[in-house]
């Protein structure tokens, strides 16, 4: 059996934190990768992993390289895929990677990527772990299973304890990423059109209005209301400020459970915290909330033709 | 003679700088003013100055009130402006203001108000002085006597030390305001379509990669190469973070120099700084940028139909 390969690509911020790079690195190849890419680690340009050409060269490599990787790994956020996005492939991407088992994955800023090699290129792609969180000091035991589970499967789930409405089922693609990221392509050719799905948002160290301004920009723009469920991830170092008055997440996000016009169900373990579910971005998907708990089923999705690595049934 | 008229609306943040907001009226009065509508000075409701409802009260009523104030001023900024966007009278607002010389005023929250009432009712605005700039402790003299001028006259000008782009004469409607609220609402129906126009943007405590994201969507969007130049005002209070790693405001500003595809020019006074403009939101300007300094003129805005009152000339 070959072994599972899989290549870095580094399309936002620098990797100041190099000991939790590295120990990804190891982590994966415990496991039973091999990783290759790694002379990203070492690209720096001001706050961002690389010039704009070599962060797009990342990308646009994996339209014309021989050999493809199974898995091409974002090694972490920060700022920078807007720069990109007029400098994708997306045609020789979409015809490249339209049937081929690479699968992208990545979460944060990658979210503009996301957005945008679904509305050119229509490619799934995955909001899952940077290299930077399963290099992590202590990478989730969820974390670490769900990415395997979901990346080699045609089908997978999720549960939590799933708070706000009750009684949910539907079907529709699943969509999302990070909340800022999202709406800053609001309005531009790389924000995708996706009506009646299952949109999922997360953000971190936002003050509670930032985070109602946004859900408010999905609304008046009628996005949310096309949508079939609104699923709200982590929302962690959300605190109010001294002038918030009362006013904190609970309240924002009242506010938007009255003005949204479809359910909304809290508490989904993705974001930035420590645990953190894989999921397909534009796969379909089902959503159920009943007596409390939280299940999503997502199935179609490309997956690897080959089984997860001996060491990923290790924890991390 | 008859008074000026002013009357405070409080579409935002509650008033927490009291002492500002009872300086301003004071201010105003002793200027020769008529000051009404203080009771918004006690509305309070969690960070804003008011529910949804008494908020959009405060503009709704300018349609129907027997006696148009010559001036509804804006208390100040915050958030909560974008809440009540779907529940203002657009119709009634633009058909009781429209030949009206009653002149909003105000600007950072205030811009959802303005793209808004422009984008739904036609209605020029002024990005301008907030009640608590006029309150300030210290009131800059620009900010006061332009306010003035500008509010007052047919025609009005502003000079500047202009860095950037030069040897720039354009003209086109003038429109803008503060860039996080502008962006939040891009991808809405209460975002306004103006082709070649000058476009301004400040903004404040920001760190220098959001300003990047927002000028960028502004670009990606299309809105950017839409306009004949881009007027960057105030940026305070934002600094690089520690690992911005060189990366800054220049930075970002220079790379939107490289991909705007219009002449970018910097250092107009208005913003959150102490001196801020008073600009007429829509009117037909011109500008013009040579030997190191921008002049921008703007015609044919609604204005006072009365001279300015006496105090006005003096120092606030």
Chains 1, 2 share one sequence.
Not at 43 to 67: K, S, V, Y
Not at 101 to 113: E, Q, W
Not at 181 to 190: E, N, R
Request: glycine share 12%.
């Amino acid at each position: 059996m070959t072994e599972t390969h899989i290549r870095l690509i580094a399309p936002s911020g620098y990797p100041y934190d190099s000991v939790a790079m590295t120990r990804g690195v190891v982590r994966l190849r415990e496991a039973g990768c091999v990783v290759d890419g790694l002379e990203v680690l070492q690209r720096t340009a001001q706050r961002f992993a690389g010039t704009d050409a070599e962060r797009a060269a990342d990308i646009n490599a994996l339209a014309t390289m021989e050999t493809l990787p199974d898995i091409a790994l974002v090694t972490r956020g920060g700022y920078g895929a807007s720069r990109l996005l007029p400098h994708l492939h997306y045609g020789a991407l979409r015809e490249r990677l339209a049937d081929a088992s690479t699968l992208l994955v990545g979460h944060s800023d990658f979210t503009a990527l996301q957005l945008a090699l679904y509305a050119k290129s229509g490619l799934c792609t995955f909001s899952g772990p940077l290299l930077a969180d399963l290099g992590a000091e202590s990478c989730g035991e969820l974390t670490w299973r769900h990415f395997w589970s979901t990346l080699t499967s045609p089908a997978s789930t999720a549960a939590w304890p799933g708070t706000g409405s009750t009684g949910i089922d539907v079907q529709g693609p699943l969509w999302g990423g990070n909340l800022a990221v999202l709406c800053s392509l609001l309005g531009t050719p790389y924000f995708p059109q996706i009506d009646g799905g299952i949109l999922f948002v997360e953000d971190v160290g936002e003050p509670p209005f930032r985070i109602e301004r946004w859900l408010y920009q999905l609304h008046l723009s009628g996005v949310l209301g096309r949508q079939r469920a609104l699923v709200l991830g982590d929302f962690s170092h959300c605190q109010p400020g001294a002038r918030d008055n009362g006013y904190d997440l609970d309240a924002a996000f009242a506010q938007i459970r009255a003005v949204a016009g479809i359910p909304v169900v809290a508490g989904m373990p993705h974001g930035h915290g420590m645990d953190q579910l894989t999921l397909p971005f534009g796969a379909p998907a089902r959503l159920r909330v009943a007596d409390g708990l939280a299940r999503l089923d997502f199935v179609g999705y490309p997956h690897l033709d080959r089984p997860a690595p001996a060491g990923a049934a290790e924890n991390p």
